[in-house]
C-alpha cells in the first residue's frame, strides 16, 4: 500500500480502526485523501437511506440488518455487509456476536410487544447495543443510528435528530454522544435519551 494510501486511513476516534486486509477491500480505485473516501461513503449511505426509508421495514431482523449494511457501504468496501471475524478495541468477541445479535433482536421485539419502554427509549437501547456489539469491520455508528431511525418509523415516530450534527466529524457533539454510549453501557440511558432529541 502507498503513503498516499496510508493517509487515507489515519484514524481519529470517528471510526473503528480497519485490519491491513480490509483497507485491501477498498473498491473505488480514485480515492486519494480521507475527504475523497468521505464522500464516497455519505454518498452511498445516502442512496441507502432513500432505499430503506421508501416503505415500513422490519429492523428486527437479522439478514436485513446486514442487507442495510450492505446498501450503506457496499459501492464502497467489499466487506459491507459481512459480520466483522477479527477482534476490536471496540465491541464482543466475533464469536459472540450472531448469538448476541438474535439476543438483542428478541429483547426489541419483547419490549415493543409489551410496552416495556416508550419508543425513543427502545430505539435507544437498540442503537447502544448495536453499536456494542460492534457487528461489522467498520461503520457500526451509522449503521446503527440509521437502524434506530428505522425502527422509529417500523414504531410510528419521528427519527432522532443525533444532537443535530454529524457525528462522524470529531466535536463537542460527538464527545457528548461517545460520552452518552459509555454511560448506557452502565445501563444510565439518561443521556443518551437527551442527546438523540437534541
Same mark, same amino acid.
Given at each position: 500500500?502507498?503513503?498516499?494510501?496510508?493517509?487515507?486511513?489515519?484514524?481519529?476516534?470517528?471510526?473503528?480502526?480497519?485490519?491491513?486486509?480490509?483497507?485491501?477491500?477498498?473498491?473505488?480505485?480514485?480515492?486519494?485523501?480521507?475527504?475523497?473516501?468521505?464522500?464516497?461513503?455519505?454518498?452511498?449511505?445516502?442512496?441507502?437511506?432513500?432505499?430503506?426509508?421508501?416503505?415500513?421495514?422490519?429492523?428486527?431482523?437479522?439478514?436485513?440488518?446486514?442487507?442495510?449494511?450492505?446498501?450503506?457501504?457496499?459501492?464502497?468496501?467489499?466487506?459491507?455487509?459481512?459480520?466483522?471475524?477479527?477482534? !476490536?478495541? $471496540?465491541?464482543?468477541?466475533?464469536?459472540?456476536?450472531?448469538?448476541?445479535?438474535?439476543? @438483542? +433482536?428478541?429483547?426489541? #421485539?419483547?419490549?415493543?410487544?409489551?410496552?416495556?419502554?416508550?419508543?425513543?427509549?427502545?430505539?435507544?437501547?437498540?442503537?447502544?447495543?448495536?453499536?456494542?456489539?460492534?457487528?461489522?469491520?467498520?461503520?457500526?455508528?451509522?449503521?446503527?443510528?440509521?437502524?434506530?431511525?428505522?425502527?422509529?418509523?417500523?414504531?410510528?415516530?419521528?427519527?432522532?435528530?443525533?444532537?443535530?450534527?454529524?457525528?462522524?466529524?470529531?466535536?463537542?457533539?460527538?464527545? !457528548?454522544? $461517545?460520552?452518552?454510549?459509555?454511560?448506557?453501557?452502565?445501563?444510565?440511558?439518561?443521556? @443518551? +435519551?437527551?442527546?438523540? #432529541?437534541?
Amino acid at each position: 500500500m502507498g503513503i498516499g494510501l496510508m493517509d487515507i486511513f489515519q484514524q481519529d476516534d470517528s471510526a473503528t480502526q480497519l485490519t491491513e486486509y480490509e483497507k485491501e477491500d477498498l473498491i473505488p480505485t480514485y480515492i486519494s485523501t480521507r475527504k475523497e473516501l468521505n464522500r464516497a461513503e455519505q454518498d452511498n449511505i445516502l442512496a441507502a437511506e432513500d432505499w430503506a426509508f421508501r416503505r415500513r421495514r422490519d429492523v428486527l431482523n437479522a439478514k436485513f440488518l446486514k442487507s442495510l449494511h450492505q446498501r450503506m457501504f457496499g459501492d464502497v468496501w467489499k466487506w459491507a455487509g459481512k459480520i466483522r471475524n477479527t477482534e !476490536r478495541n $471496540i465491541g464482543i468477541s466475533p464469536h459472540r456476536i450472531r448469538p448476541e445479535l438474535m439476543n @438483542l +433482536l428478541g429483547d426489541c #421485539r419483547f419490549w415493543i410487544d409489551r410496552d416495556t419502554y416508550t419508543p425513543d427509549e427502545i430505539a435507544a437501547r437498540f442503537h447502544h447495543r448495536l453499536v456494542f456489539i460492534h457487528p461489522f469491520p467498520n461503520g457500526n455508528g451509522r449503521h446503527s443510528r440509521l437502524s434506530a431511525d428505522l425502527l422509529l418509523a417500523y414504531m410510528g415516530q419521528p427519527p432522532f435528530t443525533w444532537g443535530s450534527t454529524n457525528l462522524v466529524k470529531v466535536g463537542d457533539a460527538r464527545k !457528548r454522544y $461517545i460520552s452518552a454510549l459509555r454511560k448506557a453501557d452502565k445501563h444510565d440511558y439518561a443521556a @443518551l +435519551l437527551k442527546f438523540v #432529541r437534541s
